[in-house]
């Protein structure tokens, strides 16, 4: 097995994640530290991360949180913020979020200890779709949806078309559903920014086809077996 998929699958991080704890020097095969990521674990090497010696997990977790606001998407955090991780303390593996929400972002976030499928959820290539709901300041007009729709440029970054449905419109703000398949930094954010357009509220109601519902804030639920092998084809 490529090392990198072996330190996902015991559920220390995604390959891509792992790749760069290889690059960092902060791997050892057998004593010695190794800067390769092509390297094949063999039966018998052994292989530590940190100084901790992994081994595959046997057992792999997915769940679904409602994030709230004020939470950090990390295992940890030099500020001493509340993280994700605090909400799901009574598991006993080793869990991290699959992809992120801003720290005032709240809603739908979905996290393993299965660094494969963290690995496919969160690639480009995939394309996996979001589903936001904002409430954003000011009148959506149809001329700032059509740039939105279009594809609009967040500061070296052109983002994809996304679909885009405004709920209510009200006097000083409306309320819109947008659906992307990106995940930049704050991009829903810098989208409505580019438009005129602040957001005031932010929340992510659905992955996919795999809706919030009535999954109350800071509570989680583990995914189902039909749920798990949707996300893995989607």
Request: aromatic share 6%; no cysteine.
């Amino acid at each position: 097995m490529r090392l990198n998929k072996y330190i996902a699958s015991a559920g220390i991080a995604s390959r891509r994640k792992a790749d760069e704890l290889i690059k960092a020097g902060k791997v050892k095969i057998n004593g010695q530290v190794l800067a390769e990521p092509g390297y094949d674990v063999a039966a018998g090497d052994l292989v530590e991360v940190n100084g901790s010696i992994i081994e595959p997990v046997k057992k792999m977790i997915y769940i679904m949180l409602n994030k709230p606001k004020g939470y950090i998407t990390s295992a940890d955090d030099d500020r001493e913020r509340p993280t994700v991780m605090d909400l799901v303390s009574d598991f006993d593996a080793r869990l991290f979020p699959v992809g992120r929400l801003d720290y005032n972002t709240s809603g739908l976030l979905l996290l393993t200890n299965d660094g494969e499928f963290a690995y496919h959820m969160t690639h480009p290539k995939h394309q996996v779709e979001k589903t936001y709901r904002a409430k954003v300041a000011g009148t959506l007009s149809d001329q700032r949806i059509a740039r939105l729709r279009k594809g609009i440029d967040i500061g070296g970054f052109v983002t994809s078309p996304a679909e885009v449905t405004v709920i209510k419109q009200m006097e000083r703000s409306a309320i819109v559903e947008i659906k992307i398949h990106e995940g930049k930094n704050r991009q829903i954010r810098k989208m409505f920014s580019a438009v005129g357009n602040k957001v005031i509220e932010l929340e992510r109601i659905a992955v996919g086809r795999l809706h919030l519902g009535h999954l109350k804030e800071g509570h989680y639920r583990k995914l189902t077996d039909q749920e798990i092998e949707y996300l893995k084809h989607s």
